[in-house]
Every structure is written in structure tokens, then in C-alpha cells.
Nanobody, 123 residues
Framework: QVQLVESGGGSVQAGGSLRLSCAAAGYTFSGNCMGWFRQASGKEREGVALIYTGVGGTVYADSVKGRFTISQDKARNTLYLQMNSLKSEDTGIYYC????????????????WGQGTQVTVSS
């Protein structure tokens, strides 16, 4: 049974940094796509960053390019999201997701989801 568990969320002032982690149990980081999505209050969930675990290729939403970095540690079966220069609009619940053979932004392609971790950025 696949289980994704996020951690690392919290409250930070604008301009600060956080690193999110997603520990994956029962899931192999090999030739599939994993990603981070977020949902702000009253808004739809949106993709933030994706990584193809086979060769490590990454793609980012325009709103986070140059500020966020997605990475993986295959030995620890853990996905990370380093978030720098945080803005108030980055506030939301951040979810780790996994599943598709190729990377897509649409959340319907992801079969596995974590429970989410709250990130709050105050200005």
C-alpha cells in the first residue's frame, strides 16, 4: 500500500525559506512522475513542481520558477521541495503526489496523494 507523508510546513515571514519533505512508503522512485501541488483557501488545487524520477527532469509553475526547487533522494524514498523567497501568495496546503508514467499538471493523473502540510507566509 502506497503512503505519502508530508512534513516541513509552518509559518514564515515573506522572504523566508522552508523545505518540505514527502516520505514515500510502498512506492518506488523509478521511471514515474512525482510532484508538489498546493491549494490556497477558496481556490482550486494547482501544480507547483514536478519531477520525473527516472532521470530527474523537473518542471515548475511560472509562479515559482527561480524560487522553488524540487528534488528526490532515492535512497531515502523522499521527495523534497525547497522554497526560497517566499511570498504571501505561496500560502496554502501543500500536497505531495505520485503516479503517472509521464509528468502532467492535471491532478487527475496522480493516483497517490499525501495528507498535505500547511504553509503560511506572512507579509
Amino acid at each position: 500500500q502506497v503512503q505519502l507523508v508530508e512534513s516541513g510546513g509552518g509559518s514564515v515571514q515573506a522572504g523566508g525559506s522552508l523545505r518540505l519533505s514527502c516520505a514515500a512508503a510502498g512506492y518506488t522512485f523509478s521511471g514515474n512522475c512525482m510532484g508538489w501541488f498546493r491549494q490556497a483557501s477558496g481556490k482550486e488545487r494547482e501544480g507547483v513542481a514536478l519531477i520525473y524520477t527516472g532521470v530527474g527532469g523537473t518542471v515548475y509553475a511560472d509562479s515559482v520558477k527561480g524560487r522553488f526547487t524540487i528534488s528526490q533522494d532515492k535512497a531515502r524514498n523522499t521527495l523534497y521541495l525547497q522554497m526560497n523567497s517566499l511570498k504571501s501568495e505561496d500560502t496554502g496546503i501543500y500536497y505531495c503526489a505520485a503516479g503517472p508514467r509521464y509528468c502532467y499538471w492535471g491532478e487527475r493523473y496522480y493516483a497517490y496523494w499525501g495528507q498535505g502540510t500547511q504553509v503560511t507566509v506572512s507579509s
